[in-house]
T-cell receptor, first 114, second 110 residues
Framework: EAGVTQSPTHLIKTRGQQATLRCSPI?????VYWYQQALGLGLQFLLW???????NRGNFPPRFSGRQFPNYSSELNVNALELEDSALYLC?????????????FGPGTRLTVL | KNEVEQSPQNLTAQEGEFITINCSYS?????LHWLQQHPGGGIVSLFM???GKKKHGRLIATINIQEKHSSLHITASHPRDSAVYIC????????????FGQGTTLQVKP
């Protein structure tokens, strides 16, 4: 069974540009979660999608947005990039809307903003 | 004060030693996760538990809901266990999000 996949592995952008990160969940999983791991700050919750709807978001500005497609894959978009957006972005998936189910993580996308 | 606190932050052990990493939390939870992150960033879910104890190979995780505390034990540690171990809790308000501890960096020396 294929795990959670993310693309690209690495992404280099300059300040002010937009970044798009992609995530494909494990087959059968309907929930996708996005997390940011900035250097020295630990993991922080960004967004939760289930069945195509945003269910919850963390304390991030509106520049961070995303969507979930009918096949349950997801995109994270970061507009007007700032230097502090440089981080590892992790996607996780789980089945069911309960939010209590185990999450399986992808390998991450490392975003560097110059 | 962070909602999830781990101790120690850094841990160095000799191969074969028994290792304990602790996690305390201050919120009501529906589940607690132990995660392992290797250099390069990939995260592996080790355990998800809401009560009692779970064992997988040389790893054991326990949780005491009343005391709001969990421990991750590694028996007969090996250099390949070197990684960052992260405790994460899901609040009982069912927001879907995980609240993470700051992680414990473990180095096991041969």
């Amino acid at each position: 069974e294929a795990g959670v996949t993310q693309s690209p592995t690495h992404l280099i952008k300059t300040r002010g540009q937009q970044a798009t990160l992609r995530c494909s969940p494990i087959s059968g999983h309907t929930s996708v979660y996005w997390y940011q791991q900035a250097l020295g700050l630990g993991l922080q919750f960004l967004l939760w999608y289930d069945e195509g709807e945003e269910r919850n978001r963390g304390n991030f500005p509106p520049r961070f947005s995303g969507r979930q497609f009918p096949n349950y894959s997801s995109e994270l978009n970061v507009n007007a990039l700032e230097l502090e957006d440089s981080a590892l972005y992790l996607c996780a998936s789980s089945w069911g809307l309960a939010g209590d189910n185990e999450q399986f993580f992808g390998p991450g996308t490392r975003l560097t903003v110059l | 004060k962070n909602e999830v606190e781990q101790s120690p932050q850094n841990l160095t052990a000799q191969e074969g030693e028994f290792i304990t990493i602790n996690c305390s939390y201050s919120v009501g939870i529906s589940a607690l996760h132990w995660l392992q992150q290797h250099p390069g960033g990939g995260i592996v879910s080790l355990f998800m538990l809401s009560s009692g104890k779970k064992k997988h190979g040389r790893l054991i995780a326990t949780i005491n809901i009343q005391e709001k505390h969990s421990s991750l034990h590694i028996t007969a540690s090996h250099p390949r266990d070197s990684a960052v171990y992260i405790c994460a809790v899901r609040s009982s308000s069912n927001t879907g999000k995980l609240i993470f501890g700051q992680g414990t960096t473990l180095q096991v020396k041969p």
